[in-house]
């Protein structure tokens, strides 16, 4: 990681830590990286990649969870159907995370983002 980070690896692995930690436990697909070209966004190409996405997983009956990075993909994953958990506040600088779960597909289960603390809070 250093070798690509430089200067910033230790900050990596700070997230990589929280992340790891604030992961939900429940079984799920982990969506790690979706991206649009910025001179194309704004054309539905993002909300089509997620859509057949979201396709595979409802039928093969998976929740999902990802973490946002900013107000509008934050707000394009609500409206996607991710429901907030709560936010990631980094130690060090950098963004907000948003941790969103989108459940999968039955009536008898909640779309709440999974309740969960931290490994240090957790009852052994």
Do not use: C
């Not at 790891?20 to 190409?45: C, F, K, M």
């Not at 900013?70 to 941790?99: A, D, F, K």
């Amino acid at each position: 990681m250093e070798k690509a980070t430089g200067v910033y690896a230790r900050k990596f692995q700070v997230l990589d830590a929280m992340f790891e930690a604030w992961h939900p436990h429940q079984s799920h697909h982990y969506l790690t990286h979706v991206a649009v070209d910025p001179p194309r966004q704004n054309h539905g190409i993002g909300s089509a990649l997620l859509a057949s996405y979201h396709w595979q997983l409802d039928r093969l009956g998976l929740p999902a969870y990802l973490e946002a990075t900013n107000h509008r993909n934050r707000h394009l994953y609500t409206r996607l159907g991710y429901q907030p958990g709560p936010p990631l506040i980094l130690p060090t600088e950098g963004p907000t995370i948003w941790r969103m779960w989108r459940q999968r597909p039955t009536g008898s289960v909640t779309s709440r983002f999974p309740a969960d603390t931290p490994p240090d809070r957790r009852n052994s």
